[in-house]
């Protein structure tokens, strides 16, 4: 019986002094702990910083954390840097995504048919196709005739693009004629009146869904943007059609196109990007600066605004 309790005794003896070593480490690792996290500057108190860290916490309020410093000092210094440097610079550019060189992105205003709405038509490098329209009823401002020569002779609205593309357009005739390439406009703006009473009819002719696979939803079309052109040779053959392709005039724009500030819009084998089967007649002027980029790295519009794959 004694020696039962003497068992029990010991080994209650060794239980405590097991627990008191495994306290004293516990306040070890934990002092450990408390010192490495105070801020070095107030490490000049060393025998007290045990005790420091909880005081510290405590007396900064806990929402204010972090910003507890800086809403003293910042908040005078960012908010008047950030208005002075942007409405200054470019006030008219405000939606900065178009601005972004590295990730462009199409700024859009809302929706309407199931196409996301442009926020900026009147941008030379606007994105419009299957899935971006222009707001309705958009219209140019700045409608010109530009001085080259046209399949037609009549001063109507197909003869029309805006000043900027006008003059390059009149340039890159110019420049081809040099070469020895003899161009003719074939088609240049289309209201969006135009392009519906076009698209109706052939909605009634072959139904909807076939319509859209050759002719653009109203608001959707380039050339309702007065950016784009349909050209051709200047005997006007192959006006607008496939047998374009190939020719001495199609491969000279292919080459030099971009040197003026316009892209084959719907290129060879990028049918299910731009939704457009090849069309190397239809011009679009997006500038010299992002016709030389897209040139250089071999994108169409879709894919240089991640706006891709073009399902409809
Ligand atoms: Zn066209």
Known sequence: MRRNVQKRRRR????????????????????ENLTAETPPEETSANSQTSEQPDPTVSESPVVSDEPSDTPSDTPTETPSDEPSDEPSNEPSDKPSSTDEPSKPAVATAGEEDGYAVVAQPESVAVLVDKQYK?????????????????????????????????????????????????LAGVSAYRSQATQKSLFNRYVKKDGLEKALTYSAFPGTSEHQTGLAIDVSGSDGKCAAEDCFGGTPEAEWLEDHAPEYGFIIRYPEGKDAITGYKYEPWHLRYVGEELAQELEDKGLTLEEYYNAVPVTK
């Open 12 to 31: 209650g003896l060794a239980f405590i002094a097991v627990c008191v070593v495994a306290i004293a480490v516990i306040l070890f690792i934990r002092n």
């Open 134 to 182: 222009l707001p309705d009823g958009y219209e140019p401002t700045d409608l010109v005739y530009p001085d080259v020569r046209f399949t037609f002779s009549e001063k109507i609205d197909k003869r029309k693009m805006r000043k900027e593309a006008a003059g390059a357009l009149e340039d890159l005739f110019a420049g081809a004629e040099k070469d020895g390439i003899y």
